[in-house]
């Protein structure tokens, strides 16, 4: 069964750290570019982070210098490592393939108070 499972969201104030993790199934996770996307509000999901299979790493402009996306291929698992965190990153955080979605997981908020 192919799974998405993202955890490690939560509240945080502005200027904090969270650490999200995504269990990938291995025929989502092997070989593939992977992504964390986050859906804020009456907002249209977006890409913020990649990571392909060689580890080359890419980040939208709002979040680079702050965010770092990780795998671990023993784990089957992705990483995103938050900092200085804002506000404006209050969104349902998701994981999946780049190239090759399948369902999406149920995500996991992340809240940043002012």
């Known amino acids: 069964q192919v799974q998405l499972v993202e955890s490690g969201g939560g509240l945080v104030q502005a200027g904090g750290s969270l650490r999200l993790s995504c269990a990938a199934s291995r025929i989502i996770f092997s070989g593939n570019a992977m992504g964390w996307y986050r859906q804020a509000p009456g907002k249209q999901r977006e890409l913020v982070a990649v990571?392909?299979?060689?580890?080359?790493?890419n980040y939208t402009d709002s979040v680079k210098g702050r965010f770092t996306i990780s795998r671990e291929y023993a784990k089957n698992t992705i990483y995103l490592q938050m900092n200085s965190l804002k506000p404006e990153d209050t969104a349902v955080y998701y994981c999946?393939?780049?190239?090759?979605?399948?369902?999406w997981g149920q995500g996991t908020q992340v809240t940043v108070s002012s």
């Open positions: 999946n393939s780049v190239w090759a979605q399948v369902s």
């Open positions: 990571i392909t299979s060689s580890g080359t790493t």
